[in-house]
């Protein structure tokens, strides 16, 4: 075989293999479209694995459409006041949307619940009067959307050298008032309230250690 005609083939070949890798590459992509639950959001989106982050691979805004590569990524909220926490996704074989709803942050929930806390024990007191004579209220946490509170009240024992029970108790914020969960118990459980979310439970349990 002329040696020409067997460069024109290798050259062939190689612009065949390189055009179909180019080809799978692109139709790897997919359209990912995100959504935020709040108006002032964006989110920075990182590969999964990019634990450091050290390579952003784009800045999201409410409603905007990017192209990803299938795959796993992380996005992270960058709006103020809001939990940092990562968002995981994947990409797969079609386009997708991506929702983006992070709760508040520590710090805005403490701030928030400064002009909360007179409403709460308010209301806390009104469904157990006894409460406001016979226990001490620590000043507890908001959770989420500042919707969830959690508190730990300390029985005031008839002998001040004994330590006093500790009995937590939940309130939810709904139509802007406060309302108990329940009653005080001396282990929250998800068997006893069902319908308060599990990490709330979970650290409510641990309030004023």
Same mark, same amino acid.
Do not use: C
């Given at each position: 075989?002329?040696k020409?005609?067997?460069?024109?083939?290798?050259?062939?070949?190689?612009?065949?293999?390189?055009?179909?890798?180019?080809?799978?590459?692109?139709?790897?992509?997919?359209?990912?479209?995100?959504?935020?639950?709040?108006?002032? *959001?964006?989110?920075?989106?990182? !590969?999964?694995?990019?634990?450091?982050k050290?390579?952003? /691979?784009?800045?999201?805004?409410?409603?905007?459409?990017?192209? /990803?590569?299938?795959?796993?990524?992380?996005?992270?909220? #960058?709006?103020?006041?809001?939990? !940092?926490?990562?968002?995981?996704?994947?990409?797969?074989?079609?386009?997708?949307?991506?929702?983006?709803?992070?709760?508040? #942050?520590?710090?805005?929930?403490k701030?928030?619940?400064?002009?909360?806390?007179?409403?709460?024990?308010?209301? *806390?007191?009104?469904?157990?009067?006894?409460?406001?004579? #016979?226990?001490?209220?620590?000043?507890?946490?908001l959770?989420?959307?500042?919707?969830?509170?959690?508190?730990?009240?300390?029985? !005031?024992?008839?002998?001040? !050298?004994?330590?006093?029970?500790?009995?937590?108790?939940?309130?939810?914020?709904?139509?802007?008032?406060?309302?108990?969960?329940?009653?005080?118990?001396?282990?929250?459980?998800?068997?006893?309230?069902?319908?308060?979310?599990?990490?709330?439970?979970?650290?409510?349990?641990?309030?004023?250690?």
């Amino acid at each position: 075989m002329n040696k020409r005609i067997i460069i024109t083939i290798v050259i062939v070949v190689a612009l065949l293999i390189a055009a179909a890798s180019v080809t799978f590459y692109l139709l790897s992509f997919r359209n990912v479209t995100f959504t935020f639950k709040k108006t002032d *959001l964006t989110a920075n989106i990182y !590969r999964s694995d990019d634990t450091d982050k050290k390579n952003k /691979l784009a800045d999201v805004k409410n409603n905007e459409t990017i192209r /990803l590569q299938e795959g796993n990524y992380a996005a992270f909220a #960058s709006g103020d006041n809001y939990d !940092r926490a990562a968002v995981y996704f994947s990409v797969n074989k079609g386009d997708a949307t991506v929702t983006i709803d992070p709760s508040y #942050s520590d710090t805005y929930l403490k701030r928030a619940l400064t002009g909360e806390l007179p409403a709460i024990k308010a209301a *806390l007191i009104k469904a157990f009067p006894f409460v406001a004579t #016979s226990f001490d209220i620590n000043d507890g946490k908001l959770y989420k959307e500042g919707e969830w509170y959690a508190t730990a009240l300390t029985q !005031r024992p008839a002998d001040p !050298r004994d330590e006093g029970d500790v009995y937590y108790t939940i309130l939810k914020k709904e139509n802007d008032t406060w309302t108990v969960i329940g009653k005080p118990s001396l282990v929250l459980t998800t068997v006893d309230f069902k319908d308060v979310p599990a990490d709330i439970i979970k650290d409510a349990n641990h309030i004023g250690e």
